[in-house]
């Protein structure tokens, strides 16, 4: 649906680069890291979401023609625009696989390419890597509580405009099994379900008469929606009517839909109402403000529930509307850089890195990343990034590399996996990670730490740096 | 930059439709309204901004090739694809002007089409108007207490992906001055700035060389960010440095950029630095995690700064991420219809209606809206919605039509204005409500009222509801 061109930025990376450009050090190397902070939802962890859509549209990223004039208007230069006008990006990007569970401050993904590119291309990756990651996140969070449930995305409608459209994508990755967003169903082909609103009831004269036309036209998945004018009364009733009316014609009434009032209550009550029918395989599907807590809230409820319709809270990440993701320099012109800054937790780290995921003899997850230098095959001794006391030797793990090389030359080297297959893969991952970081309330801090080298590269780079000053 | 095609829309809608084909109810009319329930921000009004976007891509919605071959495969039927490969929306659209302050609970705009069409509508329409009037309202508070200070959409990489397009757009409509997102600026004619990032002042290997090399390229719209290693005692005097030796070239440097620590005290600190060198047409713009309560105080604190740049806060609408506005059936098949709940507010008002504002004999607006059916000229006793016994004459008073019909045929009637008009429009209407309604804290509940006509009817209809049950 999006068509990206590479204005798609911030001024300011166009700024820089013609200074760059006009400098002749266009061609100067540079490193980047992407990062976040700080986790959003107090959760205990992140699923890193959004690599994919962001490969192929850098893969091809260009200046339009209409780019061009209207960057002419706003003063660039013509033999910048020239070069612009046939940039592409074709860098390298090392990255951890998408799904993959994440954690704050260190390295998710790096770009490795020309000063130029790097920087062109920070705004979209930050906009479609930190929007992903946090509503995958999100969308995780309630398929943790919601078991074997089916969720769906019914989001669109109140989505930040078309932000919407990769919402339901990420929500697909964090365990959602379905949307009702039908252009994202088609482009990311995600099964797409959709039963009526009150409007269609309400377009009729009576409830009964709405249901049996809806049925007659949507025999194989027929959701009757049931509290339009009063459920316990009316639209339960009507909907037994109609499911019985459809046994006879050797159909099946697959669900009826809940939409307001005390869904714990009503839900229990329709239950009640279907097995007294003998419709016990009618299923109750339940919208209505729903979040990971009144997911969770509903089950522990015993709420008869089979399938949560999710909306704002999902595709919005209510309460956190966005993931603090950065995009730091760490390399450049042949040289290590580094950002220092009054608040410790924001002095950046130098250098190209790998991350470790440490683990146990028997592949369990310890609950600890560690970060070296790139060429760093493995990490003897882990630092506290900051604390300078703490450290840990990491001998008798094992140490998986979480960065990868996924674009090389601009070019897409992995093939590029269903969203299902994204989705299980995250799944395995987040089963990996012991309960103790899933939990709702202060979940456990996952541990961050440096190899012994970065750490005295990083602070040879402190001193140095305040020596200057 | 962003195509539409029909198929942005919620699956039920066409689940729906293909019911309303089949039983040949595709032409039947139908009146829908879209309003809200609640302001958000704890704001006392909000501003309406979206429609013209709106406008533009209902004129030329359409399904494509594309979309109905995946309808296809979905199982929707033949004769419904076919009769979709030809639908356009030909219907009226009345609304409320964009840019112009509204209120809960009242009708901001009306459809009337056939109810395919306003079915298939509903998910874009209530998508694009709920996030930008959000974004316009939380820009608008930034306005009220900004004074005359710029004020700068720096939000696209926290953005929720592509939705921060439209972020940008409502923010100008709701007072901001320009951007940086370039997309953005080139398709809606708005101002784009830009200056640098830390990155630009690391990549060197000291920072005076960085602002020489960057001032020497942009002499025009200078703006040095001095944060990168310590403001007052490197970035500010290297800042100066530079200033003077543009200076010395006839050229003057615009700004420095502060975007960490406490930006009062360096606003502070920095401009009396500047002023001591004789630099008092330097401008300080601040940044990082601002909104408009950190600007507030900033200006209670007498914080010298002239720019504000605001990011996440701004276009993700932090901390209330959607509009709560919905979409409802008031009038089908030659009827009027509602939609009664357990919850009071949330009972529909039925029929075609038009909107009242309430002025004084000196043209002020008194603080009330008030709702009747379409074809009353003017209102002569105010109901309140819910309560039986609060009324109120409007005999003496002024009063102005809202809702305009603004789409007729499916084709757009008025002139497309420009960012700045609406803007402006939306500044003079903002004008025009007491002080009360826009304090930050508990503000004026503006009122809302239905004439004794519609009051009349919507009981009637309730009444006539409650006794099918």
Redesign the interface.
């Given at each position: 649906?999006?068509?990206?061109?590479a204005?798609?930025?911030?001024?300011?990376?166009?700024?820089?680069a013609?200074?760059y450009f006009?400098?002749g050090?266009k061609d100067?190397q540079?490193v980047?890291d992407y990062y976040f902070r700080k986790l959003p939802f107090k959760s205990g962890y992140a699923i890193f979401s959004g690599l994919e859509d962001l490969l192929e549209i850098l893969s091809t990223l260009r200046f339009s023609e209409?780019?061009l004039q209207?960057?002419k208007e706003?003063?660039f230069e013509k033999d910048f625009l020239e070069y612009l006008k046939n940039l592409q990006f074709k860098g390298k990007i090392y990255s951890v696989k998408e799904g993959d569970i994440v954690f704050p401050t260190r390295p998710i993904l790096q770009v490795e390419a020309s000063?130029i590119e790097a920087?062109i291309i920070?705004?979209i990756l930050?906009?479609?890597l930190?929007?992903?990651t946090l509503i995958a996140t999100k969308a995780s969070r309630m398929r943790l509580v919601a078991g074997d449930a089916t969720l769906l995305d019914?989001g669109?409608?109140?989505?930040?405009?078309?932000?919407?459209?990769?919402?339901t994508r990420a929500a697909i990755i964090g365990g959602f099994n379905g949307t009702?967003?039908?252009?994202a169903?088609?482009d990311f082909d995600i099964p797409?379900?959709?039963?009526?609103?009150?409007?269609?009831v309400?377009?009729y004269?009576?409830e009964l008469t709405a249901f049996r036309?809806?049925a007659?036209?949507?025999p194989?998945n027929c959701v009757l929606l049931v509290d339009?004018?009063?459920t316990l009364?009316?639209g339960i009733p009507n909907a037994v009517k109609v499911a019985k009316e459809m046994e006879g014609r050797g159909q099946k009434l697959m669900a009826v839909r809940l939409d307001?009032?005390d869904l714990s209550y009503f839900a229990k009550e329709s239950r009640k109402m279907l097995d007294a029918a003998e419709l016990d395989y009618v299923k109750i599907a339940a919208s209505n403000q729903l979040d990971e807590h009144v997911i969770k809230s509903l089950l522990e409820q015993q709420a008869p529930i089979d399938i949560f319709g999710v909306g704002?809270n999902l595709v919005?990440?209510?309460?956190d509307?966005?993931?603090?993701?950065v995009?730091?320099?760490a390399f450049?012109?042949g040289?290590p850089?580094?950002?220092?800054?009054?608040?410790i937790i924001?002095i950046t780290l130098p250098h190209k890195k790998q991350v470790f995921r440490i683990k146990d003899e028997n592949g369990k997850c310890i609950g600890a990343d560690a970060i070296g230098l790139y060429h760093e095959n493995s990490i003897e001794e882990m630092h506290h990034p900051f604390e300078p006391y703490k450290s840990m030797s990491l001998k008798h793990y094992e140490q998986e590399a979480l960065l990868e090389l996924v674009m090389d030359e601009g070019k897409v080297l992995q093939k590029k996996r269903s969203l299902s297959e994204i989705s299980e893969y995250s799944i395995s991952r987040l089963s990996e990670l012991p309960i103790e970081y899933k939990r709702f309330n202060n979940p456990h801090i996952y541990k961050i730490g440096i190899s012994e080298t970065l750490k005295q590269e990083r602070d040879g780079l402190i001193k140095m740096?305040k020596n200057?000053?």
């Open positions: 649906m999006n068509q990206f061109t204005t798609y930025t911030d001024q300011y990376q166009l700024s820089m013609q200074v006009k400098n050090q100067q540079a980047f209409d780019d209207f960057l706003q003063g000063i920087q920070e705004t930050l906009n479609l930190n929007f992903q019914f669109l409608r109140r989505a930040q405009a078309s932000g919407g459209y990769f919402a009702s967003n039908v252009v169903g088609k797409v379900s959709g039963t009526m609103a009150h409007s269609f309400q377009s004269d009576d036309d809806f007659e036209g949507h194989e339009t004018y009063n009364k009316s307001s009032g704002t919005t990440g209510d309460p509307g966005a993931l603090d993701g995009y730091k320099l450049s012109a040289k850089r580094i950002k220092i800054s009054e608040s924001k740096q200057k000053i």
